[in-house]
């Protein structure tokens, strides 16, 4: 057994070397950052083994970024914008379509005079024109409802970051919810003014049901039902014949415009509905941003003072 004296010098001297060799890296260290004065900053980690590494889509910080992302999304403005577009779309794509139906239908059957239905005709071919303007005027608009369906999102739900609402924002959050009622008010008097032309062809439609049916060729003559189309205030009255009755009038319910321009009447209508109810989800939409705007703006002036 060696004796105390020499184990603790062996000890001392085990010390000694460690110490010197943690100077030495010490002073390698303190080089490096003299020689590179950036490194100072910078965090070393030990690289994980094999072992250790996780997949990416396991981390906690990309789910954490999704739900983030998730949660600035604003779903209302999304919904609100896949309705009016698809609305938009069939209403002025099947109007365009009927229209031409409806003009083709007129100049055979109850309007023979070009000069009689010259008016109607220009009147059409305007409002043709008016659905192009329309179509892309909607299509900007609903894009831009949407960006700015995720810039009011995204402020609200950033409440302890780094973005800060300004005055011209909220400014013009308040102009979109002021153009949006009254761009919801107009589709109503559009969505009210496609009914007229589904209710006109309905007529005619249930008109010649009544000559087909069994009923009526027993016990009334089937020239005496007649469809006046003058009633209606789109031709003149001095137009000729103006007036379709029996088995003229059923073989125009059975042709292909007829059939066809009832049916796209009918969607462009209810393509305008849908505009009415991605206008009224726009509304609440924008209407509600703008309030939590306006409030938290109210909350940082308060905060600052």
């Known amino acids: 057994m060696k004796p105390a004296m020499e184990t603790a010098a062996e000890e001392n001297t085990e010390q000694s070397q460690e110490r010197k060799v943690n100077s030495r890296a010490e002073m390698e260290i303190g080089r490096y950052h003299w020689m590179y004065p950036g490194s100072k900053n910078r965090q070393y980690h030990p690289v994980p083994t094999l072992g250790d590494r996780a997949s990416p889509l396991s981390s906690p910080g990309c789910f954490e970024c999704c739900i983030k992302c998730l949660g600035g999304v604003p779903y209302a403005s999304l919904v609100a914008t896949i309705l009016c577009f698809s609305g938009v779309a069939l209403f002025c794509g099947c109007g365009h379509v009927a229209l031409a139906g409806t003009v083709a239908i007129l100049e055979q059957h109850f309007s023979t005079n070009t000069s009689d239905h010259a008016l109607l005709s220009e009147v059409i071919q305007l409002m043709q024109y008016v659905i192009y303007g329309i179509a892309s005027f909607f299509f900007l608009y609903g894009i831009i409802l949407l960006a700015e369906g995720f810039y009011t999102t995204s402020a609200v739900k950033e409440l302890h970051g780094e973005f800060k609402t300004t005055a011209c924002g909220r400014c013009i959050s308040g102009m979109f919810v002021f153009l949006t009622y009254v761009l919801?008010?107009?589709?109503?008097?559009?969505?009210?003014?496609?009914?007229?032309?589904?209710?006109?062809?309905?007529?005619?439609?249930?008109?010649?049901?009544?000559?087909?049916?069994?009923?009526?060729?027993?016990?009334?003559?089937?020239?005496?039902?007649?469809?006046?189309?003058?009633?209606?205030?789109?031709?003149?009255?001095?137009?000729?014949?103006?007036?379709?009755?029996?088995?003229?009038?059923?073989?125009?319910?059975?042709?292909?415009?007829?059939?066809?321009?009832?049916?796209?009447?009918?969607?462009?209508?209810?393509?305008?509905?849908?505009?009415?109810?991605?206008?009224l989800i726009y509304m609440m939409a924008t209407t509600y941003n703008y309030a939590v705007l306006k409030f938290k703006s109210r909350e940082d002036c308060c905060t600052k003072f």
């Open 184 to 279: 919801g008010v107009a589709w109503l008097g559009v969505f009210g003014f496609s009914a007229v032309p589904v209710f006109m062809f309905y007529n005619i439609w249930s008109t010649c049901e009544v000559i087909k049916s069994p009923q009526t060729n027993g016990t009334a003559g089937v020239e005496q039902i007649c469809v006046d189309i003058r009633q209606y205030g789109i031709i003149p009255w001095n137009a000729f014949p103006g007036k379709i009755c029996g088995s003229a009038l059923e073989n125009i319910c059975n042709t292909n415009e007829f059939y066809m321009s009832y049916h796209l009447f009918i969607v462009a209508c209810a393509g305008a509905g849908a505009t009415v109810i991605a206008l």
